[in-house]
């Protein structure tokens, strides 16, 4: 036993002196070892693939986007109580754009009418009209949110936050809103459809291109 215990004390001292030698050299031209943490933490997504629910067929011709910017400042007050105990004002500001769009699925037989010697054509489209206001939510945000102390309190003991719902929808209502009293989008999507048809059958040998609108706004 006492030659044993030498020996095992070489070998010790022999390992040690090895594994400095290598964190040295590690040290010195910035080699680490991966090693693998079994304990470590990873995020496995267990989710079930989407599942299609149905197909649409879409013939609406984007022609003109317009983006806007929208400050909402909404007011939430209880009469005869003074809002620093009572109510809630919140600044937001909202930002998304509003599509002029034209239906070619509206268009009949009849609305293209060739000439007899294939040189002019002529085609009768609806009118564009606005598309559903789509707010962008990440270039959106609340500036400011002020509450009264009851409702500071109630929103701790019930652990619930701001509903913004609301703000949305008014954003989206106030572009639609600006659209319609511009129309510079309108305007700027037959202008761009116009053209676009113009391109189109030019380049099949069309020398007249004729583009009218059904309903004169």
Do not use: C
Request: aromatic share 8%.
């Amino acid at each position: 036993m006492l030659r044993v215990r030498p020996r095992i004390t070489r070998l010790f001292l022999v390992l040690v002196g090895a594994v400095l030698v290598f964190a040295g050299i590690g040290f010195v031209s910035g080699w680490r070892p991966s090693l693998t943490n079994p304990f470590g933490r990873e995020t496995i997504d267990r989710s079930p693939p989407a599942v299609l629910r149905s197909l649409t067929d879409l013939s609406d011709y984007h022609a003109a986007s317009a983006h806007f910017e929208v400050v909402v400042d909404l007011a939430d007050e209880t009469k005869f109580i003074p809002a620093a105990l009572r109510g809630e004002r919140t600044l937001f500001v909202g930002v998304g754009s509003v599509d002029a769009v034209v239906d070619f699925g509206k268009i009949d037989k009849n609305a293209v009418t060739v000439s007899e010697d294939r040189r002019t054509v002529s085609v009768r489209l609806p009118v564009p009209t606005l598309s559903e206001p789509k707010v962008d939510p990440e270039h959106s945000y609340v500036v400011a949110r002020q509450k009264g102390v009851l409702d500071r309190i109630g929103g701790f003991l019930s652990g619930s936050a701001s509903d913004d719902r609301q703000l949305y929808v008014i954003t989206a209502d106030r572009m639609t809103q600006a659209a319609k009293t511009d129309g510079s989008v309108l305007t700027l999507a037959e202008r761009n459809t116009t053209g676009m048809l113009r391109g189109l059958f030019s380049a099949v040998g069309f020398t007249t291109v004729n583009v009218s609108y059904a309903d004169a706004r």
